[in-house]
């Protein structure tokens, strides 16, 4: 049987562009595989490592015209946006380059042998190496920052992994150019070609999971198809970390006395987040808890205004609009729905924007209302209406865990008065990241940074943006007894490498 063909399709009309590649077989799995875990000891040395990375965001930089242009005419996200997140990806990469410089990841602790402790210390070092290889399953709506160059690569590979990584049917072209650019600046420091490979198929993506020499996974999409591949990688005869974001609704509550502050703001503020890529970032706003009355009327006056003057936008993929279409007509055929703003079909291939609501009452108690408490790809909320404190308490109590969770404060409430610690202390459980008067889109790539949350928002508790994200791909190991011309360099008393580390208890720098 013939292998079947990979198209590259314009979703503004629906129609194939070029054919880029063949489905993989599990043969050319196996392949691919074997050639990153045999380039393991290529990426060994850190300034090697570093200098790659560095050297792939420059040559990222370089073919931004035509990655860029490439990235469009497959995703329709546009060329300012893409552009944004082309420069937000080669950031990233340099600044896991500086990660890997300083060293402090690799979490360096040396305990001489102490005979008066109880019970007594023997000689013991201790850091992390890196797990083998690391395959990364790719994100739709983030064709560069969460793709074949996006944080799962980069941090795998500033861990010392090889990757390969599993490519979106939706932007397979660009997949293949941006594979190429990681491999000729893999080749500028002589490094294997098979330090980022790259497949294409539904079941190659099933034979990676289950490869004897994959050591540990990253994934971006679905609940469905995350899921199944988390309970592939558990199923192994050995199994490994997987580490995946699903879905999050990503929950906002309004306080009666911010809505009777800044209604008309708030409005245009979600609004705009909502409606950001046409609804297609993992951390839209998805159900906003506004309270009844004059000033959440005011509020859903301002968002109808601002959301009803959005421009129609295309999708992804025709699969992605036949599923929002369906969503929401189903989700609006509930009682007690209304639609101040309609979302749905507009045109052949485009859709508009819009947003539901429903009483709070309805979604803090089990039944049909819960299809509202599920997350609906594209460009809508749900806005529930909650008449007091205990029907917003109803109404979190039944939220499975998320992304981000944000809470709109007044003035007075935001200095510590009124119900704004305690609100906060509700939503925290919820969520990876918690908001104060400000929007969820927009994952900066920071030190501090957290994106990831209770399941199903992610099927860890690890973050797959910011520095931490290299820990996923790490395991620590200690020697015990081991004389010093035997110790990795790492470990050794003079420090040749110059890491950070704790030495005998003191953090030396």
């Known amino acids: 049987m013939a292998a079947a063909p990979v198209w590259s399709v314009d979703p503004r009309t629906g129609k194939q562009r070029e054919q880029v590649a063949v489905e993989a077989t599990a043969q050319e799995v196996d392949a691919a595989v074997r050639a990153a875990h045999a380039a393991r000891d290529s990426l060994a040395d850190r300034a090697v490592r570093a200098a790659f990375l560095r050297t792939a965001a420059d040559e990222l930089k370089a073919a931004e015209s035509d990655l860029v242009e490439v990235a469009d005419a497959e995703t329709a996200l546009g060329p300012v946006r893409l552009t944004g997140e082309l420069a937000r990806t080669c950031y990233q990469l340099r600044a896991f380059a500086d990660i890997v410089d300083e060293g402090e990841f690799l979490g360096v602790v040396v305990n001489h042998p102490d005979d008066t402790a109880t019970p007594p210390i023997p000689d013991l070092r201790r850091y992390k190496v890196p797990l083998g290889v690391v395959a990364v399953y790719s994100a739709s709506n983030f064709p560069f920052a969460f793709s074949v160059p996006g944080g799962d690569t980069a941090s795998a590979l500033a861990a010392g992994c090889p990757v390969v990584v599993k490519a979106h049917p939706d932007h397979p072209a660009l997949s293949e150019r941006v594979a190429e650019v990681l491999r000729r600046a893999a080749a500028r420091h002589d490094l294997l070609e098979g330090v980022v490979g790259l497949v294409h198929g539904f079941e190659a993506g099933v034979e990676l999971i289950k490869h004897p020499l994959v050591a540990a996974a990253g994934f971006t999409g679905s609940i469905r198809g995350g899921r199944a591949l988390y309970d592939a990688a558990a199923a192994r005869p050995v199994p490994i970390p997987f580490h995946g974001e699903l879905g999050s609704l990503n929950p906002v509550v309004v306080t009666e006395a911010a809505a009777t502050e800044r209604a008309e703001a708030i409005g245009a503020g979600l609004a705009g987040s909502m409606t950001l890529g046409v609804g297609q970032f993992c951390v839209k706003p998805g159900l906003v808890l506004v309270p009844a009355g004059d000033a959440g009327d005011g509020l859903v006056k301002s968002l109808a205004d601002a959301v009803g003057a959005t421009d129609a936008g295309v999708l992804l993929d025709h699969r992605m609009r036949d599923n929002f279409v369906a969503g929401v007509a189903e989700r609006a055929a509930l009682p007690d729905v209304d639609c101040p703003v309609t979302p749905g079909a507009d045109g052949e ?70 119900a704004g610690a305690a609100l906060l202390a509700e939503v925290t459980p919820l969520a990876g990241r918690v908001l104060v008067n400000g929007w969820p889109t927009g994952v900066a790539v920071a030190a501090a940074q957290h994106h990831g949350g209770p399941y199903p928002a992610t099927t860890s508790t690890s973050t797959s943006v910011g520095g931490t994200a290299i820990e996923r791909w790490l395991r620590p190991v200690a020697y015990q007894g081991v004389p010093e011309a035997l110790l990795p360099l790492e470990l050794r008393d003079e420090n040749p490498l110059g890491l950070p580390r704790r030495f005998n208890g003191v953090l030396e720098r």
């Open 349 to 418: 291939h485009t859709v508009s924007a819009g947003f539901l609501t429903v009483p709070a009452a309805r979604l803090a108690a089990e039944g049909e209302h819960d299809l509202l408490l599920e997350e609906c790809f594209g460009p809508v909320t749900v806005v529930a209406r909650y008449r007091d404190e205990a029907e917003v308490r109803g109404v979190l109590s039944r939220l499975p865990g998320n992304l981000t969770a944000t809470v709109q404060l007044s003035a007075e409430e935001a200095a510590g008065e009124g």
